[in-house]
Structure formats: structure tokens, C-alpha cells
């Protein structure tokens, strides 16, 4: 069993920056490939970013290629999503996920466990 508690939403204005912060409990954290979604209201989750175990690869969504950056410390049982140049169609509230399968892609049913996610709201 793995919990995921996300940290470091806000509310901020377009143009800045805030870092996402994932943190994790159990000892097989650093074994499982780890995910970023987003969910604005009235609309389907939607995946951001993935990263593998080794922190290796990574996988983005068009929407963020280039803005964000996924990473993690397996050290710290934490993961990452920095994120550059908001815009207000960033306003969501972002969810991190864990895959025990190495999956770094965008459906969300193939993820094991969620957080409970952290609010971000971009203003323009």
C-alpha cells in the first residue's frame, strides 16, 4: 500500500512558477513508475507528466511539454512537477499517481494509487 500526499499549490498569476511536491510512504516507492494528472471543473482528468522508477524517462503532455518537469528523489520517497510560465489554462487541481507496472502514460485507470491532489489556480 502507498500514500500520496501532494503539496504546493496556490494561487499565483501567469507568468511564474511553482513546484508540485509528491510525497510518499512505504519502502517499494523507488520500484513503482510515478504520475502527474490534472483535473479543472467540469472537465476529465488529464495527464500532465510520467516518469519511471529510475527516473530515466519521462513522459509529457503536449499541453506542458517544455513548461513543466517531472522528477523525483528516491531518497526522499518524493516526487516533482515544476512548472514554468503558467498560464490560466493550468488552473486545475493536479493529483499526483503510482504505477507498480512501470506505466508512463496518459490513462488513469492503469495507475494504483492517487493523492488526494493540491489546488493550482493561475490568473490572468
Known amino acids: 500500500q502507498v500514500q500520496l500526499v501532494e503539496s504546493g499549490g496556490g494561487l499565483v498569476q501567469a507568468g511564474v512558477s511553482l513546484r508540485l511536491v509528491c510525497a510518499a510512504s512505504g519502502r517499494t516507492f523507488s520500484s513503482y513508475a510515478m504520475g502527474w494528472f490534472r483535473q479543472a471543473p467540469g472537465k476529465e482528468r488529464e495527464f500532465a507528466a510520467a516518469?519511471?522508477?529510475?527516473?530515466?524517462?519521462?513522459n509529457y503532455a503536449d499541453s506542458v511539454k517544455g513548461r513543466f518537469t517531472i522528477s523525483r528523489d528516491n531518497a526522499k520517497n518524493t516526487v516533482y512537477l515544476q512548472m514554468n510560465n503558467l498560464k490560466p489554462e493550468d488552473t486545475a487541481v493536479y493529483y499526483c499517481a503510482a504505477d507498480t507496472g512501470g506505466y508512463l502514460g496518459s490513462d488513469p485507470s492503469r495507475y494504483d494509487y492517487w493523492g488526494q491532489g493540491t489546488q493550482v489556480t493561475v490568473s490572468s
Open positions: 516518469i519511471s522508477w529510475s527516473g530515466i524517462s519521462s
